[in-house]
């Protein structure tokens, strides 16, 4: 009975913790993200940031958002932080998302 319980309960969290990586602020969008990954480096000086081992540019002050705030600061972003983000023109960053360590797309 004990073992019985036991599975119930390791299935049941994991259950809930694939719903809170799903559970983004309203902000977010709902229909996912097309560039996510995790930050190798951050240039700042050079407007410059590696997810993934690609290099990418940065718009000058590019909008961050978090899981707690609509617009966070820029000093969230760094090194091996999972993030989504959308590119403008010329290939160039300039939304960032912080996403939860386990989410998934």
């Known amino acids: 009975m004990?073992?019985?319980?036991?599975?119930?309960?390791?299935?049941?969290?994991?259950?809930?913790?694939?719903?809170?990586?799903?559970?983004?602020?309203?902000?977010?969008?709902?229909?996912?993200?097309?560039?996510?990954?995790?930050?190798?480096?951050?240039?700042?000086?050079?407007?410059?940031?590696?997810?993934?081992?690609?290099?990418?540019?940065?718009?000058?002050s590019p909008v961050v958002h978090s899981l707690s705030s609509y617009r966070d600061s820029f000093t969230r972003i760094r090194k091996n932080a999972h993030v989504a983000f959308r590119l403008g023109k010329g290939r160039v960053i300039e939304e960032f998302w912080l996403l939860p360590s386990n989410y998934e797309r």
């Open 2 to 60: 004990k073992k019985l319980l036991l599975i119930v309960f390791v299935i049941a969290c994991a259950i809930m913790n694939t719903a809170v990586a799903d559970a983004l602020p309203s902000y977010y969008p709902t229909e996912g993200f097309d560039h996510t990954g995790r930050i190798d480096a951050v240039y700042v000086k050079e407007n410059r940031i590696i997810i993934g081992d690609i290099s990418y540019q940065m718009s000058a």
